[in-house]
C-alpha cells in the first residue's frame, strides 16, 4: 500500500484549501497529491482524524399535497461557468446536527419550510462525494417542503431558480440538462416510484 510520507498546505482559504501530499509508491517510487479539503488545519483533514464528519448536507424534499413534486435548486457554477441542476445544499454550521442544517438550507435557498423524516443511519450517514480529488462528505436529509418558494433568503453571492419538478419535468431535466451526479441518480429513483411513495425505500423492514 502506498504511504502519505508528508502533508503541505498550500492555500489559506475560510471555505476550501489545497494540501500537497508527499507519497511513497508501494513500489518504492515517490510522488505527489494534491487534495481538496473543507479542513483549515492539516490536523482536521479526514485522513488525519480517520472520522467521516459531514462538511455538508443535501436535502432531498417532496413537495405538494400529492407529494409527485421534488424540490430542486438550478444554480449557476463558476466551474462550468453554466447552471446545472442539484439538490438544495449546503455546509453545516458548527454546533449543528445535519437535520438542522437542511432544515436551514432549505428555508435559506428555496424560502420554504423543511419537515424531516426519520430514516435508519445507513440511508442518511454521511458518504464521500468525489473521493479522487477531495476528502468532503456529505450526509442526505429526507423529508417534506411546504409554503411559498421564495428568494429573499437567499445571498447576495448566490444565483439560485426555484424549481418544483413533476415527473415530466424530471425527465426533461435528466435528458436536456446539466444535473449534479447524487441529484441525478436520486432523480432516476424517483421517476419509478409509485405516485406519493417516492420515499417508500425508507421504511423500516
Same mark, same amino acid.
Given at each position: 500500500?502506498?504511504?502519505?510520507?508528508?502533508? $503541505?498546505?498550500?492555500?489559506?482559504? @475560510? +471555505?476550501?484549501?489545497?494540501?500537497?501530499?508527499?507519497?511513497?509508491?508501494?513500489?518504492n517510487g515517490?510522488? !505527489? +497529491?494534491?487534495?481538496?479539503?473543507?479542513?483549515?488545519?492539516?490536523?482536521?483533514? @479526514?485522513?488525519?482524524?480517520?472520522?467521516?464528519t459531514?462538511?455538508? /448536507?443535501?436535502?432531498?424534499?417532496?413537495?405538494?399535497?400529492? %407529494?409527485?413534486?421534488?424540490?430542486?435548486?438550478?444554480q449557476? %457554477?463558476?466551474?462550468?461557468?453554466?447552471?446545472? +441542476?442539484?439538490?438544495?445544499?449546503? =455546509?453545516?454550521?458548527?454546533?449543528?446536527?445535519?437535520?438542522?442544517?437542511?432544515?436551514?438550507?432549505?428555508?435559506?435557498?428555496?424560502?420554504?419550510?423543511?419537515?424531516?423524516?426519520?430514516v %435508519? #443511519?445507513?440511508?442518511? @450517514?454521511?458518504?464521500?462525494?468525489?473521493?479522487?480529488?477531495?476528502?468532503?462528505?456529505?450526509?442526505?436529509? +429526507?423529508?417534506?417542503?411546504?409554503? #411559498?418558494?421564495?428568494?429573499?433568503?437567499?445571498?447576495? !453571492?448566490?444565483?439560485?431558480?426555484?424549481? =418544483?419538478?413533476?415527473?415530466? #419535468? /424530471?425527465?426533461r431535466?435528466? %435528458?436536456?440538462?446539466? /444535473?449534479?451526479?447524487?441529484?441525478?441518480?436520486?432523480?432516476? $429513483?424517483?421517476?419509478?416510484?409509485? #405516485?406519493?411513495?417516492?420515499?417508500?425505500?425508507?421504511?423500516?423492514?
Amino acid at each position: 500500500m502506498d504511504k502519505i510520507k508528508g502533508i $503541505h498546505k498550500e492555500t489559506d482559504h @475560510k +471555505y476550501l484549501n489545497l494540501y500537497s501530499l508527499d507519497i511513497t509508491k508501494s513500489n518504492n517510487g515517490t510522488g !505527489t +497529491y494534491q487534495v481538496a479539503s473543507r479542513a483549515e488545519r492539516i490536523e482536521d483533514l @479526514k485522513l488525519m482524524t480517520k472520522k467521516n464528519t459531514p462538511n455538508g /448536507v443535501i436535502i432531498y424534499s417532496l413537495y405538494g399535497e400529492k %407529494r409527485d413534486r421534488v424540490v430542486l435548486i438550478r444554480q449557476y %457554477r463558476y466551474s462550468l461557468d453554466d447552471y446545472i +441542476y442539484e439538490f438544495p445544499a449546503g =455546509l453545516v454550521d458548527e454546533g449543528e446536527n445535519y437535520q438542522e442544517a437542511g432544515v436551514r438550507e432549505l428555508k435559506e435557498e428555496t424560502g420554504l419550510s423543511f419537515t424531516p423524516v426519520t430514516v %435508519r #443511519e445507513e440511508y442518511q @450517514k454521511p458518504f464521500f462525494t468525489t473521493v479522487g480529488m477531495t476528502d468532503e462528505s456529505c450526509a442526505t436529509v +429526507y423529508g417534506y417542503a411546504s409554503g #411559498e418558494p421564495s428568494r429573499r433568503f437567499q445571498e447576495e !453571492t448566490e444565483e439560485i431558480e426555484i424549481v =418544483l419538478a413533476d415527473k415530466q #419535468e /424530471v425527465r426533461r431535466i435528466l %435528458r436536456e440538462e446539466n /444535473v449534479a451526479i447524487m441529484c441525478a441518480y436520486m432523480l432516476m $429513483h424517483f421517476l419509478n416510484s409509485r #405516485e406519493g411513495k417516492a420515499f417508500a425505500f425508507l421504511e423500516q423492514e
